[in-house]
Nanobody
């Protein structure tokens, strides 16, 4: 399984970005997906998750109401729509995959990881 994250960049506070993570190598429709982020000097933290069926999502409290995770099985892609971005959202964002999962907030439950995409939010 290979994961390719994209869509990061520089945005002003209050702006929006949409991250994408394209998966290849195995059946995507049975894969739970997660987004995590790592800010400079901090540990990797959960952002959002979506179950393999797509009917369950999970968010960190810090992004609820601002970020939305979604998936398009036809494109083998998971998205993270990020609105009302804040400087504290600045981080490298990673997508992760685990088969038959629930979109857990625990990084240890994900077997496959993408390379990360940098999001920088200026104040």
């Amino acid at each position: 399984v290979q994961l390719q994250a994209s869509g990061g960049g520089l945005v002003q506070a209050g702006g929006s970005l949409r991250l994408s993570c394209a998966a290849s190598g195995r059946t995507f429709s049975s894969a739970a997906m997660g987004w995590f982020r790592q800010a400079p000097g901090k540990e990797r933290a959960f952002v959002a998750g979506i179950s393999w069926s797509g009917d369950s999502t999970n968010y960190a409290d810090s992004v609820k109401g601002r970020f939305t995770i979604s998936r398009d099985n036809a494109k083998n892609t998971v998205y993270l729509q990020m609105n009302d971005l804040k400087p504290e959202d600045t981080a490298v964002y990673y997508c992760a995959l685990e088969y038959w999962g629930s979109g857990s907030d625990r990084s240890g439950e994900y077997r496959y990881w993408g390379q990360g995409t940098l999001v920088t939010v200026s104040s």
